[in-house]
């Protein structure tokens, strides 16, 4: 009898299910089954079964026999779905990955049209309009009346990768193009000029960056070449040529761009603005936050040395489609070239793209 049941014992060891092991430690026991459980079609008047040690010998053995795979797939649960990608572009619609095709993700190729600085067309009222370069001009053309305080100020720009992967490094070549105009389109005594309209071409070499300050995500460093100038002659001339670099961080909806610059000074002769960077400085930054299609963006120029500066801030709100509304506060030196050395203060409400 002991030996018996030793071997009924082993056999119900051998049983995988936990349901029918338990059974046949019962039935070994004298143990009378529990009732069915809700929902277990139990026919009417048929006893119990009960699983001898025999019985539990063959349940083992043809659970033995049943491949892994399949007691796999008929416990492995269903598959979880994809997680949210958490990246900016996914939650701001907006990274400096896309925005620089920093990876090879985000790659489109030369020669394609891209967005650069923002592009928009304003109606813009300022303090204090700058009359003093153009009165030498009025007088020729015997106009009586000041500049108008209201213009229509629009900017337009792209940038262009000229070359990818430049020998074989993770350096992209680009060049980026920015025109912002002046117009005074209610100054009807003066033909609603034109007042001032700066050009921006630029070339950069962009790389990647991945690694983290000031609790940031270091993205891409930018060195750059720019000519900036207003196209004009003689007293109301303005140029200046600069080298820069720049850094991008990013997270979570917020980006920083620094960059710190040095000018390439011209011949005395040549030079329309010795002093400019008196008033523009050697650097800025921009800060931008973005959410829920909102772009709440700072501008902070400062030269320290002689404690001049601008402060820009600008808020973009959705619309339709590409286009936002936007609303643009300006207070400093240098919203215009023409104006690097007067300081205004200056509102604006207009539409902004986001081609």
């Given at each position: 009898?002991?030996?018996?049941?030793?071997?009924?014992?082993?056999?119900?060891?051998?049983?995988?299910?936990?349901?029918?092991?338990?059974?046949?430690?019962?039935?070994?026991?004298?143990?009378?089954?529990?009732?069915?459980?809700?929902?277990?079609?139990?026919?009417?008047?048929?006893?119990?079964?009960?699983?001898?040690?025999?019985?539990?010998?063959?349940?083992?053995?043809?659970?033995?026999?049943?491949?892994?795979?399949?007691?796999?797939?008929?416990?492995?649960?269903?598959?979880?779905?994809?997680?949210?990608?958490?990246?900016?572009?996914?939650?701001?619609g907006f990274s400096l990955a896309d925005h620089w095709e920093l990876d090879q993700e985000h790659k489109r190729g030369v020669f394609n049209f891209r967005p650069h600085q923002v592009n928009y067309l304003m109606l813009t009222r300022s303090a204090h309009p700058n009359n003093e370069p153009y009165k030498p001009f009025r007088r020729i053309a015997d106009l009586t009346s000041d500049l108008a305080h209201s213009e229509l100020v629009f900017q337009l720009g792209f940038k262009m990768k000229l070359v990818e992967s430049a020998l074989n490094q993770p350096v992209d070549l680009w060049f980026g193009y920015t025109q912002n105009s002046f117009w005074q389109a209610g100054n009807h005594e003066a033909s609603s000029p034109f007042r001032e309209t700066n050009y921006q071409p630029e070339l950069m070499a962009v790389t990647p960056l991945h690694f983290s300050v000031l609790g940031m995500n270091a993205r891409f460093l930018n060195l750059g070449l720019v000519h900036q100038s207003n196209g004009q002659i003689s007293t109301l001339s303005r140029s200046w040529n600069r080298v820069y670099a720049q850094v991008g961080l990013e997270r979570a909806g917020w980006t920083v761009l620094g960059r710190v610059w040095k000018r390439i000074n011209e011949a005395a002769a040549d030079d329309d603005n010795r002093d400019i960077v008196d008033y523009m400085g050697r650097g800025?930054?921009?800060?931008?936050?973005?959410?829920?299609?909102?772009?709440?963006?700072?501008?902070?120029?400062?030269?320290?040395?002689?404690?001049?500066?601008?402060?820009?801030?600008?808020?973009?709100?959705?619309?339709?489609?590409?286009?936002?509304?936007?609303?643009?506060?300006?207070?400093?030196?240098?919203?215009?070239?023409?104006?690097?050395?007067?300081?205004?203060?200056?509102?604006g409400l207009g539409l902004l793209g986001t081609f």
């Open positions: 009898m002991a030996q018996q049941a030793d071997q009924g014992l082993a056999g119900c060891a051998r049983i995988a299910e936990a349901g029918q092991r338990l059974a046949c430690y019962d039935g070994l026991a004298g143990i009378a089954p529990a009732p069915a459980a809700a929902g277990t079609q139990v026919t009417a008047g048929a006893p119990a079964e009960t699983a001898t040690p025999a019985q539990a010998a063959r349940t083992a053995s043809a659970s033995a026999a049943v491949p892994a795979s399949a007691t796999a797939k008929a416990t492995d649960p269903a598959p979880i779905p994809a997680a949210v990608d958490p990246s900016p572009a996914a939650t701001r800025d930054v921009v800060i931008t936050y973005r959410n829920n299609g909102n772009d709440y963006s700072a501008l902070l120029r400062r030269n320290f040395s002689t404690e001049r500066g601008a402060v820009q801030l600008s808020w973009a709100f959705p619309l339709a489609g590409h286009i936002k509304g936007y609303a643009h506060v300006f207070s400093g030196y240098g919203q215009s070239l023409i104006d690097y050395n007067y300081y205004q203060n200056t509102v």
